[in-house]
């Protein structure tokens, strides 16, 4: 029976916080499916992790989808809630935690964002990404996305009317006849281990928020089933794909290259055309990358390598009065990753960025992921739930990693093969 239903606004993250229960021994499922029908799920499965593919959405979709798909699993029974939020404050922050309150039935939240292992801190209320507050962090000049704010009340304000109330490292508010968002601050994960048992000392575990970092807390605060998870094979090939435009994600490959790993970065046309991922010339790029699978044991695709390549990107867009947006991206990649793994060629699928996994499970009609460990911090491994497929998926979020977090994965996949 669920115990836990975790809703967040895209794949990597839905994996990497899923991750840290299934580690401990929870049988965890996360899926995309945003109707999910509780009974049909298996008795097994106690954590459920939903990627609602909100973060691009508009606020009013977003709330409507976190509400509804809250509201039902509180109506199956569903006792523990916790909304996945970007450690970067990204999406639609206010409204998805309001919804989760509303759909939960509940007029309080407890919000924790930090991520200490990643170094996201929660310092009096302000977000901060490597030391440095998130307005001027990396983030602000996401392509796509950028951040503007550090002061998290100001963020979740922006949606909703519900107070927010920060509250300091150390300190636990009395919560009783109170109602709010209550943001907690965090440096360290002592920081957060002591929060997790203040708040299941008085009683607030019933619906909290935040990322990887305090799901980790969690998965030790709410009583499961442990059971041993049965092993995934590591050996064999490594096909890398990122669609990340974030700096890290642009640096980590970078360093894969360096470490020997050989492929190509995607043109705007094989990027962009609908029609590429059908075409003679997409069977020969699929021939040369699974050639290189072969010989090499590594290859990579690479949606963006530079502000070069957005840049021949708009103009490729804008010749064709068409749009260069991250999920007609996401789709191409996600086809022309499906004809190399319908080759046989993969055992090991590496992809970075949360929206190329949704294009990639999509294009391979997968709805359902397990994931099994954690490889490395933010780095999820899981094995394929349904479909026809047998390849080991690794999965990480664009933002988070140091510079050779590919070097590292590499190693411990070659440790056990």
Same mark, same amino acid.
């Given at each position: 029976?669920?115990?836990?239903?975790?809703?967040?606004?895209?794949?990597?993250?839905?994996? #990497?916080?899923?991750? !840290?229960?299934?580690?401990?021994?929870?049988?965890?499922?996360?899926?995309? &499916?945003?109707?999910?029908?509780?009974?049909?799920?298996?008795?097994?499965?106690?954590?459920?992790?939903?990627?609602?593919?909100?973060?691009?959405?508009? @606020?009013?979709?977003?709330?409507?989808?976190?509400?509804?798909?809250?509201?039902?699993?509180?109506?199956?029974?569903?006792?523990?809630?916790?909304?996945?939020?970007?450690?970067?404050?990204?999406?639609?922050?206010?409204?998805?935690?309001?919804?989760?309150?509303?759909?939960?039935?509940?007029?309080?939240?407890?919000?924790?964002?930090?991520?200490?292992?990643?170094?996201?801190?929660?310092?009096?209320?302000? !977000?901060?990404?490597?030391?440095?507050?998130?307005?001027?962090?990396?983030?602000?000049?996401?392509?796509?996305?950028?951040?503007?704010?550090?002061?998290?009340? &100001?963020?979740?304000?922006?949606?909703?009317?519900?107070?927010?109330?920060?509250?300091?490292?150390?300190?636990?508010? #009395?919560?009783?006849?109170?109602?709010?968002?209550?943001?907690? #601050?965090?440096?360290?994960?002592?920081?957060?281990?002591?929060?997790?048992?203040?708040?299941?000392?008085? @009683?607030?575990?019933?619906?909290?928020?935040?990322?990887?970092?305090?799901?980790?807390?969690?998965?030790? $605060?709410?009583?499961?089933?442990?059971?041993?998870?049965?092993?995934?094979?590591?050996?064999?090939?490594?096909?890398?794909?990122?669609?990340?435009?974030?700096?890290?994600?642009?640096?980590?490959?970078?360093?894969?290259?360096?470490?020997?790993?050989?492929?190509?970065?995607?043109?705007?046309?094989?990027?962009?055309?609908?029609?590429?991922?059908?075409?003679?010339?997409?069977?020969?790029?699929?021939?040369?990358?699974?050639?290189?699978?072969?010989?090499?044991?590594?290859?990579?695709?690479?949606?963006?390598?530079?502000?070069?390549?957005?840049? $021949?990107?708009?103009?490729?867009?804008?010749?064709?009065?068409?749009?260069?947006?991250?999920?007609?991206?996401?789709?191409?990649?996600?086809?022309?990753?499906?004809?190399?793994?319908?080759? @046989?060629?993969?055992?090991?699928?590496?992809?970075?960025?949360? #929206?190329?996994?949704?294009?990639?499970?999509?294009?391979?009609?997968?709805?359902?992921?397990?994931?099994?460990?954690?490889?490395?911090?933010?780095?999820?491994?899981?094995?394929?739930?349904?479909?026809?497929?047998?390849?080991?998926?690794?999965?990480?979020?664009?933002?988070?990693?140091?510079?050779?977090?590919?070097?590292?994965?590499?190693?411990?996949?070659?440790?056990?093969?």
């Amino acid at each position: 029976m669920i115990k836990l239903l975790v809703v967040a606004d895209d794949y990597t993250g839905a994996l #990497d916080t899923g991750v !840290q229960f299934a580690k401990r021994g929870a049988r965890t499922l996360v899926t995309r &499916d945003t109707g999910p029908e509780f009974f049909m799920i298996s008795e097994d499965v106690e954590v459920l992790c939903v990627d609602t593919e909100t973060r691009h959405r508009s @606020g009013t979709e977003a709330y409507g989808i976190v509400r509804g798909l809250v509201d039902k699993a509180a109506g199956y029974g569903v006792r523990h809630f916790y909304k996945k939020t970007d450690s970067a404050l990204r999406g639609n922050i206010g409204g998805e935690l309001q919804a989760a309150m509303d759909g939960a039935g509940c007029d309080r939240l407890m919000f924790i964002p930090a991520y200490p292992r990643q170094r996201r801190t929660t310092e009096n209320g302000s !977000q901060y990404i490597d030391g440095v507050p998130l307005a001027r962090s990396r983030f602000a000049a996401d392509s796509f996305e950028p951040v503007f704010d550090s002061f998290i009340p &100001d963020i979740v304000a922006r949606q909703t009317d519900t107070p927010a109330t920060r509250v300091r490292t150390g300190e636990v508010p #009395d919560l009783a006849h109170r109602r709010g968002i209550f943001i907690f #601050d965090g440096k360290t994960d002592e920081d957060l281990a002591r929060t997790g048992a203040a708040l299941k000392e008085s @009683g607030e575990l019933r619906l909290t928020a935040g990322c990887a970092g305090f799901a980790d807390v969690l998965s030790r $605060l709410i009583e499961f089933r442990i059971r041993p998870t049965a092993p995934v094979g590591l050996g064999g090939d490594i096909l890398l794909v990122s669609g990340s435009v974030n700096s890290a994600a642009l640096e980590q490959m970078r360093y894969a290259k360096d470490l020997g790993f050989k492929g190509a970065c995607l043109s705007p046309a094989q990027k962009l055309d609908r029609h590429y991922p059908d075409s003679a010339e997409c069977s020969a790029f699929v021939r040369e990358i699974s050639a290189l699978l072969r010989s090499r044991k590594s290859a990579y695709i690479e949606a963006i390598e530079s502000a070069a390549d957005m840049d $021949l990107c708009s103009r490729f867009a804008a010749e064709r009065h068409i749009e260069a947006d991250p999920s007609r991206i996401a789709e191409n990649v996600g086809r022309i990753v499906k004809k190399i793994i319908d080759g @046989g060629e993969v055992s090991n699928l590496f992809v970075i960025g949360g #929206d190329t996994l949704a294009g990639i499970l999509d294009g391979l009609r997968i709805t359902g992921v397990m994931p099994v460990d954690e490889l490395y911090p933010g780095v999820a491994l899981s094995r394929v739930a349904d479909g026809c497929y047998s390849f080991s998926l690794i999965t990480k979020a664009g933002g988070l990693g140091p510079a050779d977090v590919v070097a590292a994965v590499a190693a411990r996949l070659k440790e056990s093969r």
